[in-house]
T-cell receptor
Framework: SAVISQKPSRDICQRGTSLTIQCQVD?????MFWYRQQPGQSLTLIAT?????????ESGFVIDKFPISRPNLTFSTLTVSNMSPEDSSIYLC?????????????FGSGTRLTVV | SQQGEEDPQALSIQEGENATMNCSYK?????LQWYRQNSGRGLVHLIL?????REKHSGRLRVTLDTSKKSSSLLITASRAADTASYFC????????????FGSGTRLLVRP
């Protein structure tokens, strides 16, 4: 299965600023997924990032707040813009298994964001 | 949005006992997966069951799937303190999006 390197692992940011989270995969993948996990909650899908096209956002998430880049098949970034304390969460990237109907998905180790 | 609910929300058992977690989902699925998360860290994939399968085993894990009831269960036998974690079910739908949508999760505490 793929190995994902996600960074930063954690950060404390001032409100009103932006943070860019990076995910590097050790193999080429078509789709990358970005999730948010609010404190004590489950994972919520933010968007699907495909190389060469605009990201597809889920209901409740917009590009202006969470711009995503996908410059190639092994890399993606998620930016959390104009942050407020409500954005304090763990953000994770994920890729599907090499055979999506047979293997599970791989997740990055997460970015723990605290907005003060 | 979440795909569905898991119950119980929290479960506390003694080491050596079995733990059963249930998951319900809303839409037709291609497959259902279970993940474990220790203390807010990254997720670990445990097992995948396809929509045409009814039961699957992996070590001490047993998963069942009932597509008519849109529900699944995860059984961990002979639990250990190291099994203490949050457990999530997640589904992949029938469309070609391959989006993995998570349930609400169960927090399992295994007491030594």
């Amino acid at each position: 299965s793929a190995v994902i390197s996600q960074k930063p692992s954690r950060d404390i940011c001032q409100r009103g600023t932006s943070l860019t989270i990076q995910c590097q995969v050790d193999s080429q993948v078509t789709m990358m997924f970005w999730y948010r996990q609010q404190p004590g909650q489950s994972l919520t899908l933010i968007a699907t990032a495909n190389q060469g096209s605009e990201a597809t956002y889920e209901s409740g998430f917009v590009i202006d707040k969470f711009p995503i880049s996908r410059p190639n098949l092994t890399f993606s970034t998620l930016t959390v813009s104009n942050m407020s304390p409500e954005d304090s969460s763990i953000y994770l990237c994920s890729v599907q298994g090499s055979r999506p109907n047979n293997y599970g998905y791989t997740f990055g180790s997460g970015t723990r964001l605290t907005v003060v | 949005s979440q795909q569905g609910e898991e119950d119980p929300q929290a479960l506390s058992i003694q080491e050596g006992e079995n733990a059963t977690m249930n998951c319900s989902y809303k839409t037709s699925i291609n497959n259902l997966q279970w993940y474990r998360q220790n203390s807010g860290r990254g997720l670990v994939h445990l097992i995948l069951i396809r929509s045409n399968e009814r039961e699957k085993h992996s070590g001490r894990l047993r998963v069942t799937l009932d597509t008519s009831k849109k529900s699944s269960s995860l059984l961990i036998t002979a639990s250990r303190a190291a099994d203490t974690a949050s457990y999530f079910c997640a589904t992949v739908g029938m469309d070609s999006s391959y989006k993995l949508i998570f349930g609400s999760g169960t927090r399992l505490l295994v007491r030594p």
